[in-house]
């Protein structure tokens, strides 16, 4: 019999536990035997507080609050947490330059510079202890970008290159790190994302690529699947890069982009997404 995750991971720590993967995340892990501090902006969204759950109010929005609300959760586990799972995040959606400054830069911020200083404190604590594990949650946008989302890609991009920065400067320290790499799945996402559209900019290129984005989603699998890669990954002790997501998200696609020429990988997703021209 495989060993319940909570032998090795008593205590965890994952933001954006209240809806889609970082439910499906908690869910797993209370199913393991792992007690969960879990977080949202809004804590109603969360799981009842239990033995097994603890619901934490925390805003990337607000650094300060953040690393606040870990420090705290933190002392109520009785110290540093076995694993930690960076997840919280949001899109916005809209041309580069038909968008406020104002709406990437906060994206960057919360989803890119909140997680780092998460990501500095849980690894402090591990390293401390000599032991633990941080995944920090990125998406396969890191390696295929999404048209419209330039401030999700840049913040996922930079999450991966911490990742791949740690897996370094944590070898032979006893602490491990896993950049995961979600594709699509059917979650809330879209209807989450910041602005609705119609959006500022060419209607007819970005309704086109909104189709798809929705699409997608529907046609996709459901979160469990990435809980159960996530429980894989844990289980068998993995460093590094694990996609989660479609066979063809997952396999084909990286595949295609390490045979073809980035030009032509580049011209087959404008084609796929409905943009056309130079």
Wanted: with cysteine; net charge positive; proline share 6%.
């Amino acid at each position: 019999m495989a060993r319940r995750l909570s032998e090795e991971y008593p205590t965890a720590f994952l933001t954006g536990a209240g809806s889609g993967l970082g439910l499906a995340f908690a869910d797993m892990l209370v199913a393991e035997g792992v007690r969960v501090w879990g977080t949202s902006r809004d804590p109603v969204r969360l799981p009842p507080d239990s033995a097994q759950f603890h619901p934490v109010r925390l805003d990337l929005a607000d650094a300060g609050e953040a690393l606040g609300a870990f420090r705290g959760a933190e002392a109520a586990a009785g110290g540093a947490f076995d694993l930690v799972v960076n997840n919280a995040g949001f899109g916005v959606f809209g041309e580069f330059d038909a968008l406020p400054s104002a709406a990437w830069e906060a994206q960057v911020e919360a989803m890119l510079i909140a997680n780092i200083r998460l990501a500095h404190a849980a690894y402090s604590g591990m390293r401390g202890r000599g032991r633990g594990c941080l995944v920090n949650v990125s998406s396969m946008a890191a390696e295929f970008p999404l048209p419209f989302m330039s401030g999700y890609n840049v913040a996922k991009a930079g999450l991966s290159a911490l990742s791949e920065s740690l897996l370094f400067e944590s070898m032979g320290t006893g602490v491990r790190v896993i950049d995961f790499r979600p594709g699509d799945y059917r979650t809330a996402f879209n209807r989450a994302m910041q602005p609705k559209p119609p959006v500022q900019g060419t209607a007819r290129r970005t309704d086109a690529v909104w189709r798809v984005l929705e699409a997608n989603l529907s046609a996709s699998p459901s979160p469990a699947r990435a809980a159960a890669d996530l429980r894989g990954a844990l289980r068998g002790r993995r460093r590094g890069i694990v996609c989660s997501g479609s066979v063809f998200q997952v396999r084909v696609a990286p595949l295609l982009a390490r045979l073809l020429p980035s030009g032509v990988v580049r011209a087959g997703a404008a084609r796929y997404f409905g943009l056309t021209g130079r």
